[in-house]
């Protein structure tokens, strides 16, 4: 599978052509409730409409000498519309529009954001399945414990990002709210019922009450969740780093034909994909520190989000999606090596079945805690002197009271791990 790449369509969410046409929509939609409401003409919403247009140099012209974006705007609007301009923005502050044109920029781009979702989730259940009886060693602390699959990895990070589509979803429900209340919230020159037009025509759900802005708790909630799928990302990236070491060699990103690994040595093949997913992800968790922060302004607002929005917007959901489409292709191409796999499992010499030994003594009739010592010891031999764990436990004096030659052979199979694989499978993707 190839991934659809939709960083320019996300870029262009951002450009000041698209920034200043939904704030055109904006002002259209509010006078078009007000034409609803007799307190704008018709003609006058019929020549807005016809004659009003963007023009950015000309936005920017003007704001050189206002210093104020949207008194920009509206002058270099109203010279295109003439006369009828006056009824533009009435009984509205700069907020009305910026907060709910930012709204739907903030919507438009999750949108493409929950696309790059579903594509990765196509992409990590087709590896779980392809990869569900490959075996592998699972590790903790960085140390051999028991055998799991590649499958079962993939699963488990099919699910987390299950998990993140949800959290975007809230989060797009929570930020998609507009508001056009008025210089402090409290709609004293503007009509509830425009508000009410406005949203609604946009997509948006109106705030039930605010103050001159939309509250940014609404956004750090949005920021925050891409911070979290980004971080999920990193996850991703450094197991697949771990995975990749000379050492381990289980795994490896895809090294195209012409693909250098170093200026210095020819033999290098680094996860550099990996490695640039796991540094973008820093920067996505320092946008949400960001929105945050935003959340405290003063009274019934400050302007000191604005220049916090105007960064974090844009970079973060552009960066987002350029980590998605990144870590999708790179799953796609990953090369995997169940042989390398088996090999890393069995060089423990077997302790990796220490947990089923201990349980079976148990069963057999000893005490936890001598079991424990039993195993423990035998274990650790096995460790000290590369010795077969199987073969002392068969030595073992004290074992041979409570198992068998053919109670071992029982326990060292490393199927015993994998006997409720197709329970989890089922029970993530809800096939039988």
Same mark, same amino acid.
């Given at each position: 599978?190839?991934?659809?790449?939709?960083r320019?369509?996300?870029?262009?969410?951002?450009?000041?052509?698209?920034?200043?046409?939904k704030?055109?929509?904006?002002?259209i939609?509010?006078?078009?409730?007000?034409?609803?409401l007799? %307190?704008?003409?018709?003609s006058?919403?019929?020549?807005i409409?016809?004659k009003?247009?963007?023009?950015?140099?000309?936005i920017?012209?003007?704001?050189?000498?206002t210093?104020?974006?949207?008194?920009?705007?509206?002058?270099s609007?109203?010279?295109?519309?003439?006369?009828? !301009?006056?009824?533009l923005?009435? !009984?509205?502050?700069?907020?009305?529009v910026?907060?709910t044109?930012?709204?739907?920029?903030?919507?438009e781009?999750?949108?493409i954001?929950l696309?790059?979702?579903d594509?990765?989730?196509?992409?990590?259940?087709?590896?779980a399945?392809?990869?569900?009886?490959?075996?592998?060693?699972?590790r903790?602390?960085g140390?051999?414990?028991?055998?799991?699959?590649f !499958?079962?990895?993939m699963t488990?990070?099919?699910?987390?990002m299950?998990?993140?589509?949800?959290?975007?979803?809230?989060?797009?429900?929570s930020?998609?709210?507009?508001?056009?209340?008025?210089?402090?919230g409290?709609?004293?020159?503007?009509?509830?019922?425009?508000e009410?037009?406005v949203?609604?025509?946009?997509?948006?759900?109106p705030?039930?009450?605010?103050?001159?802005?939309?509250?940014?708790?609404?956004?750090?909630?949005?920021?925050?969740?891409?911070?979290?799928?980004?971080?999920s990302?990193?996850?991703?990236?450094?197991?697949?780093?771990?995975? %990749?070491?000379?050492?381990v060699?289980?795994v490896?990103?895809?090294?195209?034909?012409?693909q250098?690994?170093?200026?210095a040595m020819?033999?290098?093949?680094?996860p550099?994909?990996?490695?640039?997913?796991?540094?973008?992800?820093?920067?996505?968790?320092?946008?949400?520190?960001?929105?945050?922060?935003?959340?405290?302004?003063?009274?019934?607002?400050?302007?000191?989000h604005?220049s916090?929005?105007?960064v974090?917007?844009?970079?973060?959901t552009v960066?987002?999606?350029?980590?998605? !489409?990144?870590?999708?292709?790179?799953?796609d191409?990953?090369?995997?090596?169940?042989?390398?796999?088996?090999?890393?499992?069995?060089?423990?010499?077997?302790?990796?079945?220490? %947990?089923?030994v201990?349980?079976?003594?148990?069963?057999?009739?000893?005490?936890?805690?001598?079991?424990?010592?039993?195993?423990?010891?035998?274990?650790m031999?096995?460790?000290?002197?590369?010795l077969e764990?199987?073969?002392?436990?068969?030595?073992?004096?004290?074992?041979?009271?409570?198992?068998?030659?053919?109670d071992l052979?029982?326990?060292?199979?490393?199927n015993?791990?994998?006997k409720?694989?197709?329970?989890?499978?089922n029970?993530?993707?809800?096939?039988?």
């Open positions: 599978m190839i991934p659809r790449y939709s320019e369509k996300m870029v262009s969410i951002w450009s000041p052509e698209n920034r200043y046409q704030w055109l929509d904006v002002e939609f509010a006078c078009e409730a007000m034409v609803k007799g %307190q704008v003409p018709e006058a919403i019929k020549t409409k016809e009003a247009a963007i023009n950015v140099s000309r920017d012209e003007i704001e050189k000498i210093k104020h974006d949207v008194i920009a705007f509206l002058t609007v109203t010279e295109k519309v003439g006369e009828d !301009g006056r009824f923005h009435m !009984g509205m502050t700069s907020s009305d910026l907060d044109s930012y709204a739907v920029q903030l919507k781009a999750a949108e954001l696309v790059d979702i594509e990765l989730l196509v992409v990590l259940k087709k590896k399945y392809e990869h569900k009886n490959t075996l592998m060693i699972g903790s602390h140390i051999h414990a028991e055998p799991i699959t !499958g079962l990895k488990l990070w099919y699910q987390e299950q998990r993140n589509r949800q959290r975007l979803l809230n989060a797009k429900e930020v998609c709210t507009g508001k056009i209340s008025g210089a402090v409290t709609f004293s020159f503007i009509d509830p019922s425009v009410e037009y949203c609604s025509k946009l997509g948006l759900k705030a039930p009450v605010s103050s001159q802005i939309v509250q940014r708790d609404r956004h750090a909630e949005f920021f925050t969740a891409l911070a979290i799928i980004a971080s990302i990193d996850k991703f990236a450094q197991e697949i780093r771990l995975l %990749q070491r000379t050492e060699r289980e490896e990103e895809y090294f195209s034909p012409g250098k690994g170093s200026s020819p033999h290098k093949r680094n550099v994909l990996s490695e640039n997913l796991s540094g973008l992800a820093r920067v996505m968790r320092s946008y949400a520190v960001a929105a945050l922060e935003d959340v405290a302004l003063w009274h019934e607002r400050d302007i000191s604005s916090v929005e105007r974090i917007g844009p970079d973060a960066t987002l999606d350029f980590m998605l !489409g990144r870590f999708t292709g790179m799953m191409k990953l090369v995997v090596y169940p042989e390398r796999m088996i090999c890393n499992l069995n060089m423990t010499n077997g302790v990796i079945f220490s %947990q089923m201990l349980l079976t003594l148990i069963e057999k009739g000893t005490t936890r805690e001598d079991a424990y010592a039993i195993v423990q010891r035998n274990a031999r096995s460790w000290e002197e590369g764990f199987q073969a002392l436990l068969q030595e073992d004096s004290t074992v041979a009271k409570y198992l068998k030659a053919e052979a029982a326990i060292f199979n490393v015993n791990f994998l409720n694989l197709d329970f989890i499978f029970r993530v993707f809800g096939e039988k």
